[in-house]
């Protein structure tokens, strides 16, 4: 007994068996299943995918050169840009220049026109109160002449008189 536990130790331990079960094993499963249509539905995967690839790295190139040939106008584009904004600064600068002259010269002869009229206002007021007093002078100084030699006093009320004969027979003819 000792002999047969020994071969079957040795069986079980040998690398034939063990090669032997696990050929056994691999012949069952490829039986089981469709090994050569599983490869060849991998294979195709594999070769749809790499035709994918090989599709979308024609589209990035393309991509990429589309987008090369749009940027490298971009720098002559941004220097266009900032000339026509630098134009369009100097001549609204020279605009809003000449306005703000324009609008000076207005205001200063608007100014002058104001004090022009307040001064023909201050000498009308200063004519009408000197014209008055005047007036008031010439009226003060005749009453005074008047009270001091009482002959002048007649002769203004016969002139008087007289003037206002000629008024009413000026009128009547």
Known sequence: MSNIGEIYNLILHSNLL???IFLAIIILICKKFDIPAIIENMRAKIIKRI???DITLKEAAA???KAMNEVKNT???VENINSAAEVKAKTLEE????????????IKNNTQKIIDSEEKSVRAIL???TGTRSVEAAKDNIISELEKNKELHNK?????INELD????????
């Open 18 to 20: 063990n090669f032997t």
């Open 51 to 53: 035709e994918e690839s």
């Open 63 to 65: 991509n990429k050169e």
């Open 75 to 77: 720098a002559a584009e």
């Open 95 to 106: 605009q809003v220049s000449r306005d703000t002259l324009v609008k000076i010269e207005n």
């Open 127 to 129: 004519i009408s109160n």
């Open 156 to 160: 203004f009320i016969e002139d008087s």
């Open 166 to 173: 000629k008024a009413v027979l000026d009128g009547i003819s």
